[in-house]
């Protein structure tokens, strides 16, 4: 049986050109370093494209804070 999981210290997005909002979710990770070679493939495989790593910090509700640019 599998688990879904919905919550990882570790999120990369794509946003709309705007920056107001994720269009889609690229992955959720646990470790670092595999958080930022996931990031750095997005930038790869999506140049031009507003993508974001970011960190869910201690007490958030499973919903990062918004953020703009890129890491």
Same mark, same amino acid.
Not at 8 to 19: I, K, N, Q
């Given at each position: 049986?599998?688990?879904?999981?919905? /919550?990882?210290?570790? $999120?990369?997005?794509?946003? !709309? #050109?705007?920056?107001e909002s994720i269009?889609? /979710?690229v992955a959720g990770v646990e470790d670092y370093e595999l958080a930022l070679a996931t990031f750095r493939a997005a930038c790869e495989r999506w140049p031009g494209t507003p993508i974001t790593l970011r960190? $869910?910090?201690?007490?958030?509700?499973?919903? #990062? !804070? #918004? !953020? /703009?640019?890129l890491v």
């Open positions: 049986m599998t688990t879904t999981r919905y /919550h990882f210290t570790f $999120r990369v997005d794509t946003w !709309a #050109p705007d920056g269009v889609e /979710h960190e $869910r910090r201690q007490g958030d509700r499973g919903q #990062p !804070a #918004p !953020a /703009h640019g």
